[in-house]
């Protein structure tokens, strides 16, 4: 009887997180630059500043003095060995590593390099492979409870 409850909630569990990875791939194919999205992570509702284009890709929250809203989210179109810097940052960010609708990892307090040549600033990457990349405030991962393993769900994408 416990085999058979273990095995019918695990079957829920899998079709609820390919269902959510399915709703956020709708959503993040909707993002445009500067869209705010609403999400689900780990249980706190956060409101994100999006960026979708290649040219808001590269410059992310470079030259900025804070992050606007809760964090910024970038998309990409599927799940790759991704790779950040910290180029012309002026503060510490936390970056959660998403694949689908879970967190894949996080980097804690990566910091600003400033006066670093761009062929010396260190390089932030998931331990495996992320389609979705969140960046919030050191520290932030850790106030809100985000670990490997916490679900993430677009909730609605605010104009």
């Known amino acids: 009887m416990n085999k058979l409850f ?9 079709t609820a997180c390919a269902d ?22 780990g249980g706190q ?4 500043l999006a ?9 992310g929250l470079s030259d900025r003095d804070n ?3 809760d964090g910024m989210i970038f998309f990409f179109d599927y799940p790759a060995p991704l790779a950040f810097w910290m180029k012309d940052m002026r503060f510490a960010l936390d970056m959660v590593w998403i694949n689908g609708a879970e967190v894949e990892s996080i980097t804690k307090n990566a910091m600003p390099q400033p006066g670093a040549k761009d062929k010396d600033l260190k390089i932030y990457s998931p ?15 850790d106030k809100y409870g985000i670990q490997p393993g916490s679900v993430f769900i677009i909730r609605r994408i605010e104009k």
């Open 51 to 59: 960026v979708q284009s290649d040219a808001a890709k590269a410059k």
């Open 6 to 14: 273990i095995l019918i909630f695990l079957c829920f569990a899998f």
């Open 67 to 69: 992050v606007p809203e």
């Open 127 to 141: 331990l495996l492979y992320a389609d979705t990349v969140i960046e919030l405030k050191a520290g932030d991962a």
């Open 20 to 41: 959510n990875a399915a709703n956020n791939k709708i959503f993040a194919k909707k993002a445009t630059d500067n869209s705010v999205m609403e999400v689900n992570i």
């Open 45 to 48: 509702n956060l409101k994100l």
